[in-house]
């Protein structure tokens, strides 16, 4: 059940988060962050966002997308690794929910990604997918090599 929540939550942050990075930075995505820090609803937060954005817009966004690489990288590995991974998506999550009300369900998000702070995560991801693939792979042997030998039973 852990490893099938686990993969859910990753096709949950890829679907969420992975349309608003588009892969290539422009220059139409790095004016993109400007704006949406510009139009942040506290004035406060609207200064701090603008004060590290403005200066380099490309720049913070090229780092922002090696901070979630890095996050990302830390969830999908095991052990304590999990938790920091975890703990950065939530400071990230809580972290831009005030930049506007179409982040707000973020914070839903990080109450999850909070639950799972309570779990141990004693496998990696890629072993969950590589254990997954054998057993999927040893059943298909087994039938393909039942199925031969009923075939040299017949002749």
């Known amino acids: 059940m ?45 200064d701090v966002g603008l004060w590290l954005v403005e200066p380099n817009p490309l720049a913070f966004g090229i780092l922002m997308l090696a901070f979630e690489t890095v996050t990302a990288a830390l969830i999908v590995s095991r052990g304590r690794y999990v938790k920091w991974g975890l703990l950065g ?30 779990k141990s995560f004693p496998t990696d991801a890629w072993t969950i997918v590589r254990r997954h ?3 999927k792979l ?12 009923s075939d040299m039973v017949q002749r």
């Open 89 to 118: 998506a939530i400071v990230f999550l809580v972290g831009i929910t005030p930049l506007g009300l179409e982040e707000v369900p973020n914070v839903i998000l990080a109450a999850g990604l909070t639950f799972l702070l309570t």
């Open 2 to 46: 852990e490893a099938a929540g686990r993969t859910n939550l990753h096709r949950c942050l890829l679907c969420c988060d992975g349309p608003r990075y588009p892969w290539g930075a422009h220059s139409h995505e790095s004016a993109q962050l400007v704006h949406f820090a510009a139009k942040a609803p506290w004035g406060t937060y609207r």
């Open 138 to 149: 040893g059943s298909r042997t087994r039938t393909s090599t039942s199925s031969h030998a």
């Open 133 to 135: 693939r054998r057993r």
